[in-house]
């Protein structure tokens, strides 16, 4: 009976579609690993790839890079994210206003946002024309090895914050609001309603907020790609980009097991933090 | 929620707004106001308005570059970013219906599948060979594919969260009615999800129409540049040439600034309609 | 009387390799990786039996082959001048014969595009005509496979020796390339008039240029060097041009350093260049912020004189041109200086070549090769210099260079025969990927020079082994 209700074949174009581009190449990505590759043929070279890999001094800054960056980002995006959520949904006169501007620059690609903040961060640029009007010293925002990352940091939370506000909003607006009636009653103040009632139910919402975010600050590099290229020195460069440089020279199998590398980096840290995914499978 | 509001938040409210107006108003007005300068004026880097405004000029400039490189570019991407989101909207419907409503193995293995893709970072080199090998490496198809693939897993686990939400009964009911298996899906299942279609819509089509890293591995340098391969080319042909540089960020901004202006409600519904909320 | 012998040689060429499409088409396409000389042979072969068809044809075709409805899509990496340049030489093409050319873009950034151009050639996406560096990096994409051989083209001719010498493979004779175009020369370029306002000698030693450095910098508010970090390409010129004095120290160290017989460490011309760079940084003559100055401001500053020198290739006369052309002659040119004056010398560049794809279509074939003709011929040049001035050599017979070059573009081209080695890479095509990182952190004096030539061998040792080099 269920067969024949729900026969297979309506999910085959998406398996399909999914398995050949993205499961099978997930898969091949081990082999290749471990080869010295240049697309047409693939020597075995064992586990040569990732000794090298390690070897690299970028890949030593990187991996630094890279925690900072995710830690920094994510944890950025959960707390300011909710707060912000919070106070739009706190029944004030410009909420909508506000929900529309912090969401605004999501709507920007990252080569947009990072030409636009490389021009207003220069050292004449008009943060810095700001700074001097204020008597502060000019920064060399993304040229500083001081600096660089953490203009990095601070550039991706302006981008991202609109869609972990967004999602809280989603997940505040979903908590009945009899609930928060019920404590009025009861005399609960504006802190008590937050923890005992927001936050734990606010949850689930905040593991989805944290994994998206975890995700993203450790695998993608665009945005520091086109802001800063990975330097000064290697001060940016996160795993990402060093795969993207060792891929631009041909070194395939190299960069490959950088993926990999980077494949396990995440696995490790998101598989276990994210308790939110196994309970969403058993409730389905 | 009703309640008084003390002087003192109001204070704090407009003071909000205003910070707003310093940390989202004036990066987009430095572009719109250096989008219309002349080269050295632009290269100043100010916020005060164009000594000659030189908008028309700066827009052609950039529209007639290359004999119209980026109107094609604006082709390929509003064709990758329809196509793709039209294959991943009923293709993740469809699974996800499929994989929520059966029992059994398949069902079991795919969703551990579909589970990691959420996590795991795509294979970027050996996904090129696949494409090699299915022919449509470099191509707006192979492309098209890849974002499919990547964006599948997401849109897969709101659907499956929302047809879990509807009854069975709904199906036996029209199984009785006399539909099919498909029109099962496409006349009662697929209406009834619209708004995880939305949703997946609105934030998916962003996310393709601004994708830089996948068109970076699988279409740097095809003859079918997207529209922001192509601003990252200018951003290295003309790293002074601030007004053209501008204008070019803006034209390739605007599709998705006007698609949000007129849908940024639907996106906030279709999310609390049971979306992410975990 | 010299362009109208090219136009009979041209057409004379058009219909020979007519016949050779239509006769051998069959079996070009499968045996595309069939040996070298045997297709030159038949090559020849077939020219021999199609004299007959050209005397016959000669008439119709002499006015300039049609190739209406003939698509071609060339790829190239170049911006600016000479992106417009090339669109100049392309639409008179255009005009010439009715065919269409489009151009692709590829990144401007050298290693993004020659990974580009070796992606697509794995996987069998190569565009009809894209150009290519030569040299060592030529072997990078298998010639023999992905890049048709012009040898037995007769207007090969119109190429200088020097230039096909290095696009011609040695084993088999296969020529792969014509220049795209201009050589480039690097060295030091500085501003007279802060030279002649601090009555500064040009400097024959590094000492010497590291003594005006201190004089421009206590008498004036003048910068002593411009250094133009902001890009890999930038960062890397000092440094490159240095290889002079490396293959006078040593002429066989780019083969010995492929074949792993020596290391970079051990050439004290190789350390030089890293020690000058680092010398810049450390006495303090640069520019406050080197990583974000681009290359462009750099050369607007040089010829305004609020910077006296400025370590670049000769194709920097074009931006000066564009962006300041009026003072275009307040810059003169001298040779990187090193140990003394006897031992004085210019790095160059080769231009970039043309190359068509091996596996053409039939129908295209003879439109390519008309194209690759027409690019050689001074027609072209003519093009070419309607939209920007020359800044070095075509490596083209019979085509001198324009009068209206500027002074510096001369100084630099009388040192190209006196004292002249082309760069490294033209050599030897191990690059670690990190190396424009590496010299930006000597540059601005994170790294000593011994710090990063162990850096530098690492990351080279990397790339070679993943090129399987044999030794590595």
């Known amino acids: 009976m269920n067969r024949k209700r729900y026969p297979i074949w309506l999910a085959i174009p998406g398996l399909l579609i999914y398995i050949t581009i993205f499961v099978i190449p997930t898969f091949a990505s081990f082999y290749f690993s471990m080869t010295t590759w240049n697309l047409k043929t693939a020597v075995f070279t064992g586990t040569e790839n990732f000794r090298t890999f390690f070897t690299m001094t970028s890949t030593r800054a990187a991996l630094i890079n890279t925690a900072i960056y995710a830690v920094v980002t994510c944890s950025a995006k959960v707390i300011f994210g909710l707060l912000i959520a919070r106070y739009v949904c706190s029944g004030i006169r410009s909420g909508n206003y506000l929900k529309i501007v912090i969401f605004s620059p999501t709507l920007l690609g990252n080569v947009v946002i990072g030409t636009a903040f490389q021009s207003v961060l220069e050292p004449t640029g008009i943060v810095n024309q700001a700074l001097s009007a204020a008597g502060i010293s000019a920064v060399r925002f993304l040229t500083d090895k001081s600096v660089a990352l953490a203009a990095c940091c601070?550039?991706?939370?302006?981008?991202?914050?609109?869609?972990?506000?967004?999602?809280?909003?989603?997940?505040?607006?979903?908590?009945?609001?009899?609930?928060?009636?019920?404590?009025?009653?009861?005399?609960?103040?504006?802190?008590?309603?937050?923890?005992?009632?927001?936050?734990?139910?606010?949850?689930?919402?905040?593991?989805?907020?944290?994994?998206?975010?975890?995700?993203?600050?450790?695998?993608?590099?665009?945005?520091?790609?086109?802001?800063?290229?990975?330097?000064?020195?290697?001060?940016?460069?996160?795993?990402?980009?060093?795969?993207?440089?060792?891929?631009?020279?041909?070194?395939?199998?190299?960069?490959?097991?950088?993926?990999?590398?980077?494949?396990?980096?995440?696995?490790?840290?998101?598989?276990?933090?994210n308790s939110f995914v196994g309970k969403w499978e058993e409730r389905l | 929620m009703v309640r008084k509001r003390s002087l003192l938040s109001k204070i704090l409210e407009v003071i909000i707004v205003l910070v707003t107006v310093i940390t989202h108003w004036i990066i987009f007005y430095f572009a719109i106001i250096t989008s219309g300068k002349e080269k050295a004026d632009a290269a100043r880097l100010t916020l005060e308005l164009p000594e000659k405004w030189n908008f028309l000029e700066n827009y052609t400039y950039v529209l007639q570059y290359q004999n119209g490189a980026l109107l094609k570019a604006f082709r390929n991407s509003m064709i990758l970013t329809v196509s793709a989101i039209l294959i991943l909207v009923l293709a993740a419907a469809s699974t996800a219906y499929l994989l929520q409503r059966r029992t059994g193995t398949i069902r079991a293995i795919s969703n551990k599948l579909i589970l990691a893709g959420l996590i795991v970072p795509a294979a970027v080199i050996p996904t090129y060979w696949m494409l090699d090998r299915l022919h449509i490496a470099n191509t707006l198809m192979g492309l098209i594919a890849v974002e499919v693939a990547t964006l599948f897993p997401f849109a897969t686990m709101l659907y499956k969260g929302y047809v879990a939400t509807i009854p069975v009964e709904i199906d036996e009911a029209a199984i009785i009615d006399g539909c099919g298996p498909f029109s099962l899906f496409w006349r009662v299942i697929f209406p009834m999800v619209k708004p995880i279609t939305a949703t997946v819509v609105i934030l998916r089509s962003i996310v393709v129409y601004n994708d830089f890293q996948n068109p970076l591995y699988y279409m740097s340098g095809s003859g079918s540049q997207t529209v922001q391969l192509f601003v990252f080319s200018l951003k290295s042909a003309w790293t002074t040439d601030y007004g053209h540089l501008f204008a070019a960020a803006i034209i390739v901004s605007m599709p998705i600034i006007i698609l949000y202006l007129f849908l940024n409600k639907k996106i906030l519904e279709g999310m609390t309609a049971g979306a992410v909320k975990g | 009387m010299k362009r109208l012998a090219t136009m009979i040689l041209a057409a004379a060429m058009v219909v020979s390799m007519a016949g050779c499409s239509s006769s051998g088409s069959g079996a070009s396409g499968t045996a595309a990786a069939e040996n070298e000389s045997k297709a030159a042979e038949t090559g020849k072969e077939t020219q021999d039996t199609e004299t007959q068809d050209e005397e016959t044809q000669q008439e119709t075709l002499a006015g300039g082959a049609d190739f209406t409805g003939i698509t071609l899509n060339i790829a190239h990496s170049s911006t600016g001048d000479i992106s417009d340049a090339y669109d100049a030489q392309f639409a008179a093409f255009e005009e010439l014969t009715g065919c269409r050319i489009e151009v692709e873009h590829l990144a401007s950034d050298a290693d993004e595009s020659e990974n580009t151009i070796q992606v697509r050639a794995a996987t069998g996406n190569l565009p009809d005509i894209w150009q290519n560096s030569i040299g060592a990096k030529l072997q990078n994409i298998s010639p023999q496979d992905n890049i048709y051989d012009l040898s037995g083209q007769k207007w090969l001719s119109n190429i200088v020796d020097s230039y096909r010498e290095i696009v011609t493979d040695n084993e088999t004779g296969a020529v792969y390339a014509v220049p795209a175009t201009t050589s480039n020369v690097a060295g030091v370029f500085y501003n007279r008039n802060v030279y002649g306002d601090l009555n500064l000698e040009i400097p024959e030693t590094w000492e010497a240029f590291l003594a005006n450095c201190e004089t421009i910098r206590a008498e004036s508010d003048v910068v002593p060097c411009a250094s133009p970090y902001s890009t890999p390409s930038g960062v890397q010129i000092l440094f490159l041009a240095q290889y002079y004095y490396v293959q006078n120290e040593n002429p066989d160290f780019a083969q010995q350093y492929t074949a792993k017989e020596t290391e970079l460490h051990e050439s004290e011309a190789y350390m030089r260049g890293l020690t000058k760079m680092y010398d810049i940084w450390e006495k303090g003559y640069q520019c406050e912020d080197p990583l974000s100055l681009s290359f462009e401001d750099a050369s607007v500053q040089l010829a305004n004189g609020e910077v006296a020198m400025l370590v670049c290739r000769t194709n920097v006369m074009a931006t000066v041109e564009e962006l300041a052309g009026e003072k275009i002659d307040h810059i003169g040119f001298f040779p990187l200086p090193d140990l003394d004056s006897q031992s004085l010398g210019v790095a160059t560049w080769m231009p970039a070549g043309w190359v068509a794809n091996k596996n053409i279509s039939a129908e295209k074939e003879e439109c390519v090769l008309a194209l690759l003709e027409f690019l050689t011929t001074s027609d072209a040049i003519d093009a070419y210099c309607t939209k920007t001035t020359p800044t070095g050599a075509f490596m083209l017979n019979g085509v001198s260079l324009p009068d209206n070059v500027s002074t510096a573009v001369t100084e630099a081209q009388s040192w190209v025969d006196k004292a002249s080695s082309p760069v490294m890479e033209y050599f030897s095509d191990i690059k670690g990927s990190n190396m424009a990182t590496i010299l930006q952190m000597v540059g601005t004096g994170d790294y000593t020079p011994d710090q990063a030539v162990a850096e530098i061998e690492q990351d080279n040792a990397i790339d070679a082994q993943q090129k399987g080099i044999a030794g590595w």
Do not use: C, H
């Open chain 1, 154 to 273: 601070a550039i991706d939370i302006w981008k991202g914050m609109g869609t972990a506000v967004i999602i809280f909003v989603a997940g505040l607006s979903a908590i009945p609001q009899d609930y928060y009636e019920a404590s009025a009653i009861d005399g609960a103040t504006d802190l008590k309603k937050f923890t005992k009632i927001t936050l734990p139910l606010i949850v689930p919402t905040v593991n989805t907020v944290l994994t998206l975010s975890l995700i993203g600050g450790l695998r993608d590099y665009d945005l520091i790609y086109t802001l800063t290229g990975g330097g000064p020195g290697y001060s940016t460069e996160v795993i990402g980009s060093v795969v993207y440089k060792l891929f631009s020279r041909g070194s395939y199998g190299l960069a490959t097991a950088g993926n990999v590398i980077l494949f396990a980096i995440v696995s490790v840290i998101v598989f276990p933090l």
